[in-house]
């Protein structure tokens, strides 16, 4: 099953995250299929791809929560 979840990057205690499209057996930091986004906390910003995100809901992926939550701002 595909999952569409964040995962982190960034220094220590200055993390930065990717929305990104992979297995959801994987590692969090683990091999990713596709990147769709990026999460900065700090500054708040938010980007993404909802066409691209869209289309990989349609074709069977789930959303973690903390990303539907962002789908929904």
Do not use: W
């Not at 990104?20 to 769709?36: H, K, N």
């Amino acid at each position: 099953m595909l999952k569409i979840r964040l995962k982190r990057c960034g220094r220590k205690k200055s993390p930065t995250y990717r929305i990104v499209l992979m297995p959801s057996q994987s590692r969090r930091d683990g091999r990713v299929i596709e990147e769709l986004g990026y999460y900065n906390p700090f500054t708040k910003m938010i980007k993404f791809d909802r066409e691209k995100i869209m289309h990989h809901i349609k074709n069977g992926a789930q959303l973690t929560p903390t990303v539907k939550n962002f789908l929904k701002k």
